[in-house]
């Protein structure tokens, strides 16, 4: 556990100084609010249209592609902690896997699931 | 000290999924409590020597899938009034009835002593360990996991391109 | 270091998974040929040449895998890894390997015309169905809660995506949602099943978790529980079968026969495997679980089923109703009952997999036949389809001498034989509910051919049928299988007579090598 004592004191400080300054502005900082002030800034325009649109399913596929390949990468760190010691079957064994994967890359990539059009 | 550290991340991970639920219906509050459920477990992965899952929490969970939670939540736009509109007062009833029940069951069935754990290898879950145990007993698992995240692409692109030509 | 690899054993499931991994690769290839009007052979490379290259492909590698599935029947317990056996194959294995690949060659021909008339006529089609299958064979082979739970997702999620493959239509979107969110909270509890058990026994693997039960622990009950909760869930059973008709009905037709038959196939066996094997030293306690999941299975699946007016949804809850039938299996908990659940999983596919052809050929530019007097004046337009309908019907009733009737014949003796060797009358009453909800079936079961047969077709809503010569094959393979088991039902029986099923998990369960 003790190796992780800096890491906490680094939280603790980091946290605490985010508390510090949100508490500071909220009790220091000057208060005037009325209606206009209270709409989000849109260059002294009235906003036109609510925020809250629906976003594009594409951005959805990048979030998807993000977390298989995430988990991907997940794989390879501790293989690559003992690759000396697996030889070359471990070798084989993640050049199988990664081939896998590529082939799910080529395939997103060319039917299209990369393209933002 | 580390008792102490175990109670306030256990103890927040519960007030944080608790509030996850209680934030149903703003959905983007919901995923923000769901981060910090996520970081306090991995902070008690962490301190049960389990470094590689505690990483692993961080990344692929309070990282990855949030975001994915995130991307859903604004796919589908649900304002609070969309939600809960055939509410079931008798199913939730039911249901909360069961959830207390099964929890007291299971307390005082956990009350008596468990049997004492047998003493574990330091090197246990360390990521030099499961790198040794993956890549070589666990072969044939870590390939299906790789057909598995292939399927996972095909369907995603199969189910969510606009256009299939 | 150099682990002691038999390549050989796994060599099905390797068929399979070349045909999952090649066939998106395939298919996006496939589509820049055409985009780009390459040809081939000297013919310029079409949708329809790519789509029948793409089923040749594979049903050539499912053909493959089931004749070498065939083939090494008889041999001893083979293992992938002998250092750290995650799978077993042995005869339980084979057997649910071939009745889980007879069941995808079969969709795959029902569907390529299928696809083609919903108009979804992709080759991702095939590649799901393979990493489902894939996670199927893996499923029943598992001999270790990791690869259990992988397999088991394996499974899953390619059949998620199946489901809301047809876009366009709401309902198959619908399906795939709620087949979605039930499927992944019955993994969920699985998952944390499987982690209460390794938390309680400090091990995965089924054969040490057998010998770790402690039936006294709160912790390897709560685990036992959730595991057991998370397969009802996946066979469907009362009362953990309330997505079955919703999603039975929104799903392009043939995945609801796959799902209907190769998903319960695969569950089924792991389950044998996880009851006979894993929570042995619990079984007492487990029986009056099952017995309980098969009564109320039988009985609400059967009344439902009665009272529904779609298909889809009325075969849905007879598939609710079967799996009751099937969990008696599961009660006797004997040799005989093991075999008996195993013949009957056999029967079933057939019989599923035909009635799911017959409404597959009916549907003609994505519409469906849905009402069950939508098929009304078949046998004036489609006399066999008709005649497979009728052969199936009375199968699933369980009509002597259709293979349907000796699945429950065998159930029945195997639970008779038990309770009278143990002088126990719980199993005499599970029986008798057994036949009765039999009984119940037939209501529903004649509705179909009296309605195919005994009504008038109204003008236009007469059903079309023009089935693809794969789609006719598909309807005789069913039919004479139908009768060809329902007369010697002995000789596919026989196929366990000389294995002890429970013995050979066993021993495949914790073969380790010296």
Redo the contacts between chains.
């Keep these: 556990m003790a190796e992780y004592a800096g890491l906490g004191l680094f939280l603790l400080l980091g946290s605490g100084l985010v508390a510090l300054f949100l508490v500071l502005t909220s009790v220091l900082g000057p208060k005037l609010r009325f209606a206009e002030k209270q709409e989000p800034f849109e260059c002294g325009e009235h906003p036109i249209v609510s925020p809250y649109q629906r976003f594009n399913v594409k951005f959805y596929m990048v979030a998807v592609s993000f977390i298989i390949f995430d988990v991907e990468m997940v794989f390879l760190y501790p293989w690559a902690v003992v690759f000396k010691g697996l030889a070359w079957y471990g070798f084989v064994g993640m050049l199988i896997f990664l081939s896998v994967l590529t082939i799910g890359l080529a395939y997103e990539w060319m039917k299209g699931g990369l393209d933002w059009n | 000290m580390e008792q102490i550290l175990f109670y306030v991340f256990s103890g927040l991970a519960i007030l944080s999924a608790i509030g996850l639920l209680v934030n149903v219906r703003n959905t983007v509050n919901a995923a923000l409590s769901l981060v910090v459920c996520m970081l306090s477990l991995a902070v008690l992965f962490i301190m049960l020597h389990a470094e590689f899952v505690g990483v692993l929490q961080v990344m692929v969970y309070a990282g990855a899938i949030v975001v994915l939670f995130l991307f859903v939540v604004m796919l589908l736009n649900l304002r609070g009034g969309n939600m809960g509109a055939e509410s079931q007062p008798v199913l939730k009833l039911v249901g909360g009835a069961v959830a207390v029940g099964a929890t007291v069951k299971l307390a005082t069935l956990l009350d008596r002593p468990l049997k004492p754990w047998a003493d574990i290898d330091p090197e246990f879950g360390t990521v030099a360990h499961i790198g040794r145990v993956f890549y070589t007993d666990y072969m044939l698992a870590f390939q299906v996991a790789g057909v598995l995240l292939l399927a996972g692409i095909v369907a995603a692109v199969i189910l969510a391109k606009r256009e299939i030509d | 270091?150099?682990?002691n690899l038999d390549l050989s054993a796994i060599s099905p499931m390797i068929f399979v998974?070349v045909g999952?991994?090649?066939l998106?690769?395939l298919?996006?290839?496939l589509?820049?040929m055409i985009e780009r009007r390459r040809s081939w052979l000297g013919r310029t490379v079409n949708r329809e040449m790519a789509s029948t290259a793409i089923v040749i492909f594979t049903v050539l590698l499912l053909v493959l895998a089931l004749l070498r599935t065939v083939g090494t029947f008889d041999l001893p317990v083979a293992h992938?890894?002998l250092?750290?056996p995650?799978?077993a194959v042995d005869q339980l294995t084979r057997f649910l390997n071939a009745v889980l690949l007879i069941s995808a060659i079969l969709t795959v021909l029902v569907s390529s015309r299928y696809l083609a008339d919903i108009g979804m006529d992709?080759g991702?089609f095939y590649?799901?169905l393979l990493?489902?299958l894939?996670?199927m064979m893996?499923l029943g082979a598992a001999t270790d809660l990791?690869?259990l739970f992988?397999?088991l997702?394996?499974m899953s999620?390619?059949i998620?995506?199946l489901a809301?493959?047809q876009?366009s239509s709401l309902k198959s979107n619908e399906s795939?949602l709620k087949y979605f969110i039930i499927g992944s909270f019955a993994s969920a509890l699985l998952l944390y099943g499987c982690a209460l058990l390794y938390g309680a026994t400090?091990t995965v693997e089924l054969a040490e978790i057998a010998r770790g039960f402690?039936p006294e622990?709160?912790?390897t009950l709560?685990g036992a529980a959730l595991v057991l909760v998370g397969f009802a869930f996946k066979i469907a059973s009362v009362p953990f079968h309330q997505w079955a008709p919703d999603v039975y009905e929104g799903a392009p037709t043939t995945v609801t026969g796959f799902m209907a038959t190769a998903v319960k196939v695969a569950a089924f066996g792991a389950l044998i495997r996880v009851v006979a094997v894993g929570l042995q030293p619990g079984a007492e306690i487990m029986y009056g679980v099952f017995w309980w999941l098969a009564v109320l299975s039988m009985t609400v699946g059967n009344v439902m089923a009665i009272i529904q007016q779609n298909t889809k949804r009325m075969l849905a809850y007879s598939s609710v109703a079967h799996g009751g039938y099937m969990l008696v299996g599961i009660c006797v908990g004997t040799q005989s009952g093991y075999a008996g659940l195993l013949f009957y999983l056999l029967v079933y596919t057939f019989m599923t997999i035909g009635a799911f052809t017959v409404l597959a050929i009916l549907t003609r530019d994505g519409r469906e036949v849905s009402r069950i007097d939508d098929l009304a004046g078949l046998h004036e337009t489609h006399p066999f389809a008709a005649i497979v309908m009728t052969l199936c019907m009375f199968s699933l009733a369980g009509i002597p001498p259709l293979a349907g009737f000796w699945g429950k014949w065998y159930l029945l003796t195997g639970a008779v034989e038990r309770a009278t060797a143990i002088g126990d009358t719980s199993l005499i009453v599970l029986a008798v509910v057994l036949v009765m909800n039999s009984a119940i079936s037939l209501a529903y079961y004649l509705r179909l051919p009296v309605v195919m047969y005994m009504r008038e077709a109204r003008g236009a809503d007469r059903p079309d049928a023009t089935a693809g010569a794969l789609q006719t094959t598909v309807l005789w393979v069913c039919a004479l299988a139908i009768v060809l088991i329902g007369v010697v039902p002995g000789d596919f029986l026989i196929l366990f007579g000389d294995y002890d099923l429970i013995a050979s998990a066993r021993v495949a369960a914790s073969a380790v090598s010296p």
Excluded: C, K, Q, T
């Design positions: 270091m150099m682990p998974a999952a991994i090649l998106p690769l298919e996006v290839l589509a820049r992938f890894n250092d750290h995650m799978i992709h991702e590649a799901l990493a489902s894939l996670g893996l990791i690869m992988l397999a997702e394996l999620i390619p998620y995506a809301g493959f876009r795939a400090g402690d622990n709160p912790l709560l």
